[in-house]
C-alpha cells in the first residue's frame, strides 16, 4: 500500500481527511508539505515558489486577525498586509496577487460576491471564480480552516498553504504551526 500524500485535486467528491489517512502535525519547528514532515525553513522555500509561481496567488485572512480584537490579532493583520504587499512586488507580468478575507463563517446564500470574499462553506466557488492556483489561509478557525481545506482538495487543483496559530493543518497542502508575526513577515521575506 503506498503512503496518502495531501496533493491538489480535485482528489474526488468526498476527500478522506488526512489525518484520517495517517498525516500527522508537525512539531514544533518543522512543517509538512504534502503530508511529509519537513524543517520549518524547506517549508518557507516552497511556500515562495509557490506563490511565486501561481498565476493567482492569493492571501485568506480570516476573522481571528481580520477583527483588531487584541493587539496580538492587530499585528498579525499589518504582517499579512506587508505579506500581501511584498507579493505584488515580487510576481511577473500576468500574474495577479489576490487578498480576498474571509469576515465570518456564517453561509453567504443565496449568493456571495467571490470577488471580495469567500464563503467558508463553498470555497471552491471563489477559487473556481477567480482562477486560484495557490491560496494561503491564516487567522482562519481551525475546524473551519480544516473544513474548507478539505472542499477545495476535494473539488479543486488550489495548491492549499496553512499558517495555523495552533499546531497547523494537515488537509493543507502545506502547512506551518504557531504562527507569528514574525513567521509572517520571514515568509514574505
Request: hydrophobic share 40%; net charge positive.
Amino acid at each position: 500500500m503506498t503512503q496518502y500524500r495531501v496533493l491538489p485535486g480535485p482528489e474526488h467528491f468526498l476527500p478522506p481527511s488526512a489525518a484520517s489517512m495517517g498525516i500527522r502535525l508537525p512539531n514544533p519547528g518543522e512543517a509538512h508539505i504534502n503530508g511529509v514532515i519537513v524543517p520549518e525553513e524547506k517549508a518557507y522555500e516552497e511556500a515562495a515558489k509557490q506563490f511565486l509561481m501561481a498565476k493567482v496567488p492569493t492571501l485568506f485572512p480570516g476573522p481571528l486577525v481580520l477583527w483588531a480584537w487584541n493587539e496580538k490579532a492587530a499585528k498579525k493583520a499589518t504582517a499579512i498586509r506587508h505579506l500581501y504587499n511584498t507579493l505584488k512586488e515580487s510576481v511577473q507580468p500576468g500574474q495577479t496577487p489576490m487578498l480576498i478575507p474571509m469576515p465570518d463563517y456564517r453561509p453567504k446564500y443565496p449568493k456571495i460576491n467571490p470577488e471580495v470574499e469567500i464563503n467558508p462553506n463553498h470555497p471552491n466557488l471563489t477559487i473556481w471564480h477567480n482562477k486560484i492556483d495557490c491560496c494561503m489561509f491564516i487567522g482562519v478557525h481551525c475546524h473551519q480552516a480544516n473544513l474548507s481545506l478539505k472542499i477545495i482538495r476535494g473539488g479543486t487543483s488550489c495548491y492549499t498553504i496553512a499558517m495555523c496559530a495552533q499546531a497547523g493543518h494537515e488537509d493543507a497542502m502545506l502547512s506551518f504551526r504557531d504562527a507569528s508575526v514574525e513567521k509572517i513577515m520571514k515568509l514574505a521575506d
